[in-house]
C-alpha cells in the first residue's frame, strides 16, 4: 500500500438526525401522543409542498406504499404488473403482496432505468394492467413515455421514487404526477428519518383512500376519535394494512425537511467531484446526466469495465481494505432463487450485462471535499497497479 491508501475511512452511509430533528421527537415523546396524529397531517403538508405535490399520504415505508397504491387500483387478483429488474426486492415483494403477478423488464444500458421500447413489448406480450417505474440513483425515468409505451393509463403506473426525491423528469418534479409517487425515508435515504414513507398524488380521492387503508381501512383516525368530545364510532369500508406514520417520525421528518434543499445540492456537488476525478480513469464510466430536468443524486453509481485494472469485485474488496465502504444497486431480482421460483427465469440480457460494473461509491452530505479526493486517489491508483504492487 502507498501512503495514499493509509488512514481516512470514508463509510458508504451515515444517517444525519439533526440536533433540531433530535429535539423536536423528545418534544413528541413527552406530549402524551406518539403515533398518527396532527404532526404527521402537519409532515404530510410540509412534504407535498416541499415535493410541490398536491397531496401527500404518509405511511409506514416505501414498500407499504408501493403495495397500498397497486392495491388502490383494485385491479383483478393476479393482473400483471411491469417492474424493472434492477430494482430493490422489497419494490417487487409489494407487487406480490397486493395480489398481483410481477412482469420483470430488462432496463436501458446507461441510464439503468425502463425503456420505451422494453416495456411496449412486454405490456404486449403479458397484457400488463399497471406498471412501477423507478428513478434509479435518482435519474428521472421518462414516466409519461414508458405510460403511453405500455400503452397504460397514467393512474396505473406506480412511481418508486426512493431514489427520487428531489428530481425533476423535465420541467416536472418528481412526485407532482396525477397518479401515486412513493417516497422511502429509509436511515440511508436522502431525507432520512429512519424508517418511513410517503405517496405523493394530484388525485384527492386517492389521497382518501390511501388515508384510510394505511390504517386497517378504518374511516376516521385514532386521534380524532380519542379528541375530546368527539365520538368513538368508525366504520370500515375499505381494504386496509397495519402501515401507518407515527407522530415521532413526523416530528423528525418536519426538522429533517429544512434541511433537504441543502443535502441535495451538496449531493450534485459531491457527484460533479467524481465525474472531474474519474472521467479520465482508463475502464471507468461515471453516471449519465439527464438531458433536461434534475437528477436527485440518492446514489453515485459508478461503471467498472474490462479496461479496468480489477474487477468490481476485486475493487470493491480493495476498497473495503483501505476502509472505504462501497455497495451495489441492486443485484437484479430475477437472479432471487425465491423470484426465479415464482416467475421463470426471464432473458434480462442488458441487466444481466451491466449487473458486474455497477459499483455504488459513498455519497451522502457529510462527506467531505477530502473524502472523495481520497476514495478517487485510491480508485485512480489501483487501476493503474491493479491491486497488490
Ligand atoms: C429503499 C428502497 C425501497 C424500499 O424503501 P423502504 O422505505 O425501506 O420500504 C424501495 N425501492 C427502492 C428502489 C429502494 O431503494
Known sequence: MTTAD????????????????????????????VTTGPRTAQFEHQLARWVGAEHAVAVSSCTAAIELS????????????????????????????????????????????????????AAERSGARAMVVQHMAGY???????????????????ED?????????????????PGATCFSFYATKNLPIGEGGAVTTADPELADL??????????????RR????????????????????????????????TRLEGWQARRAELADRYDAALRDVPGLTPPPRPVTGRHAWHLYVLRVGPGYRLTRDALAAALAERGVGTSVHFIPVHH??????????????????VFDGLLSLPLHPALADADVDHVC??????GRRGGSP
Not at 140 to 158: K, N, Q, S, T, Y
Not at 230 to 246: C, H, I, L, P, Q
Not at 338 to 346: I, S
Not at 377 to 382: E, S
Request: with cysteine.
Open 6 to 33: 493509509i488512514g481516512r475511512a470514508v463509510p458508504f452511509a451515515t444517517c444525519e438526525i439533526i440536533p433540531e430533528a433530535r429535539a423536536a421527537a423528545l418534544a413528541v415523546l413527552e406530549s402524551g401522543w
Open 70 to 121: 397497486l392495491r388502490a387500483l383494485r385491479l383483478p387478483a393476479g393482473s400483471p404488473v411491469l417492474s424493472p429488474t434492477l430494482t430493490f426486492c422489497g419494490a417487487v415483494h409489494a407487487i406480490v403482496h397486493a395480489g398481483l403477478r410481477p412482469v420483470l423488464v430488462d432496463v436501458d444500458e446507461a441510464t439503468l432505468t425502463l425503456r420505451p421500447r422494453d416495456v411496449a413489448s
Open 140 to 158: 428521472p425515468a421518462p414516466v409519461a413515455e414508458l405510460a403511453a409505451a405500455a400503452g397504460l393509463d397514467p393512474a396505473h403506473v406506480v
Open 161 to 177: 421514487a426512493a431514489h427520487g426525491l428531489g428530481a425533476a423528469a423535465g420541467p416536472d418534479p418528481v412526485g407532482s404526477a
Open 210 to 223: 390511501l388515508r384510510q387503508s394505511r390504517q386497517h381501512g378504518m374511516s376516521r383516525d385514532a386521534w
Open 226 to 257: 380519542y379528541h375530546p368530545g368527539s365520538g368513538w364510532r368508525y366504520s370500515v369500508e375499505v381494504d386496509g394494512m397495519k402501515a401507518n406514520f407515527t407522530d415521532l417520525q413526523a416530528a423528525i421528518g418536519s426538522a429533517q425537511l
Open 336 to 353: 432471487f432463487p425465491y423470484f426465479r421460483a415464482l416467475l421463470g427465469a426471464p432473458h434480462l440480457p442488458v441487466a444481466d450485462q
Open 377 to 382: 486517489a485510491l480508485i485512480t491508483d489501483l
